[in-house]
């Protein structure tokens, strides 16, 4: 099964780019990369998902290299509701569709 | 509006009490899902099910019960055999196994007193 590292913390600032970058050496070959946003005492919500290269959608953009032993979630021009805990997953039918989960990176956004 | 409803949002058990969960989706989604969440951790897989009178042990199902009689409703039980049960507990759907992109529901907060 994948072992999935990422940072346990983060600060930036409002209008800056911000990039977590998540560490999936055993990723198996079917599995897909997704993140999800948690705020306290909610449900996660789901960002994006990727295969490999560069996925973008309307609040984020993953890059995955060639070798989808890492991936990184980019968020543009961060505001402070965008403080939360971000999750890297990886997951597929590999290991019967079931998500493993990351322990999560804090994101703290400054004015 | 489309979306799945928790319930209670905190529930208290007194040691050696059997407590079940609601979790109730609109979605119409063939897959359910219930996770556990730690202070400060991540999301641990209890059980989930793909289909209706369906459903499979995830990581941490010893000490919990499910069942998915229909489709909408995926009720979780925390039996006196769960030796730590406090915890927050999220329930989640998606159109398919396969499909990673999961709806959640806004949880369950368990305190054993």
């Known amino acids: 099964l994948a072992k999935i590292t990422q940072p346990i913390s983060m600060d930036s600032y409002e209008g800056q780019e911000v990039n977590i970058t998540c560490s999936h050496n055993?990723?198996?070959?079917?599995?897909?990369i997704t993140w999800y946003q948690q705020f306290p005492s909610q449900g996660p919500r789901f960002i994006i998902q990727?295969?490999?290269?560069?996925v973008t959608n309307e609040v984020a953009s993953l890059f995955i290299p060639a070798d989808r032993k890492s991936s990184t979630l980019s968020l543009p021009r961060v505001s402070l509701s965008d403080t939360a805990v971000y999750y890297c997953?990886?997951?597929?039918?590999?290991?019967?569709?079931?998500?493993?989960w990351g322990a999560g990176t804090k994101l703290i956004i400054k004015p | 509006d489309g979306g799945i409803t928790q319930s209670p949002k905190y529930l208290f058990r007194k040691e050696g009490q059997n407590v079940t969960l609601s979790c109730e989706q609109n979605?119409?989604?063939?897959?359910m899902y219930w996770y556990r969440q730690d202070p400060g951790q991540g999301l641990r897989l209890i059980y989930y099910?793909?289909?209706?009178?369906?459903?499979q042990k995830g990581d941490i199902a010893e000490g919990y019960s499910v069942s998915r009689e229909k489709k909408e409703s995926f009720p979780l039980t925390v039996t006196s055999a769960q030796k730590n049960p406090t915890a927050f507990y999220l329930c989640?759907?998606?159109?398919?196994?396969?499909?990673?992109?999961?709806?959640f529901g806004s949880g369950t907060r368990l305190t054993v007193v």
């Open positions: 997953l990886v997951g597929g039918m590999d290991s019967n569709y079931q998500l493993i």
């Open positions: 099910s793909q289909i209706v009178n369906d459903f």
């Open positions: 055993n990723i198996a070959t079917n599995d897909y």
């Open positions: 990727g295969y490999k290269t560069k």
């Open positions: 989640a759907s998606s159109p398919s196994l396969a499909n990673y992109g999961y709806t």
């Open positions: 979605l119409n989604h063939d897959a």
